[in-house]
């Protein structure tokens, strides 16, 4: 067990945490999860404060450090990305946590730090400064595996390791192909939740496939750029547009049961159990839900059914039928 789980588990907590190192996916979700644990969920809003980088204000920052929690017994300042702060900005960090109160916890997020700095050397006395280096292929593996098992998916081992042996050792990319081949596994095989090695070819060897779930995302995130790219990829495949416009259905209705179902104040386990999906794909269907409001994703269907229309009836091209609508679908917020 690492310093940071026995802390959250014990519930005691250091007043200072440095989380630094190449490897960032395990390196931030532990900044996560440290900062969900040490605030009770309800009262987060009065007393998290988080700062990123060159947007940061020292003052402000400052100010955070210092100012008592509200109806809790602690708050909790995050600083994201320390390596854009100048060494005086940071020597003034490490003033603040000198006379801090004790009733304040900061965490600090780093890709790299000089150990001999006056902040290193101040976390290291009042807290702690925990390395998160790059892993080997075989301890990637590992990972892969218990992550893969916290999610509630079933991969066969050769599926593992060929992830691993073709996306590296980089974790963030990892997840992703999880994800996706799950995605992908999941349309193949209807209930079925195990992903095997051919699932996972399929989604990171540049396929049709994969190329459908990012278009899908692009469009739960609003980003028009990225949904035109993965569109033109697509048409290049020769994908079926029939097939494409169903999986943008799907990934609308999903975006709008989650909307629904976290205005009734559901947990994103209930959301997940609602919609048939696992947690970490309700997760990312909540976050979407927030770039939509109701009228927009009734609007979305209407749309729909217009290039499915124009799809079988038209004589216009397919490309251009599916370009409008996802151009329509990520146009900016319009209520």
Known sequence: MDVITSDIRRGQYKSAYLLYGEESFLRDERARELADAVVDKDLQDFNRTEFHGSEADISSIGSAIMAPPVISERRVVVIWDLDEFSEDNRKSIARALVRMPDTTVVVIVASTIDQRTTLFKTVSKQGRAVLFRRLYPNQALGWLSGYTRSKGIIMDRAALEYLVTV?????????????????????????????????????????????IFDLVDAIGERNAEKAMSSLRQLMIFQEA??????????????????KVLKGRKMSSRQIARALGVQEFVAGKCIAQADNFCLEELEDAFSAMVQADIGLKTSGSPDHVILERLALRLCDGPRC
């Open 167 to 211: 996306l590296g050792t980089d974790l963030s990319q990892l997840a992703a192909g999880v994800e996706k081949a799950y995605d992908y596994a999941g349309i193949a095989l209807g209930k079925e939740k195990k992903i095997t090695l051919e699932h996972v070819r399929a989604v990171v060897l540049g396929t049709p496939e994969f190329g």
């Open 241 to 258: 547009p029939l097939r494409i416009l169903y999986l943008i259905a799907r990934q609308v209705r999903l975006i709008l049961k989650a």
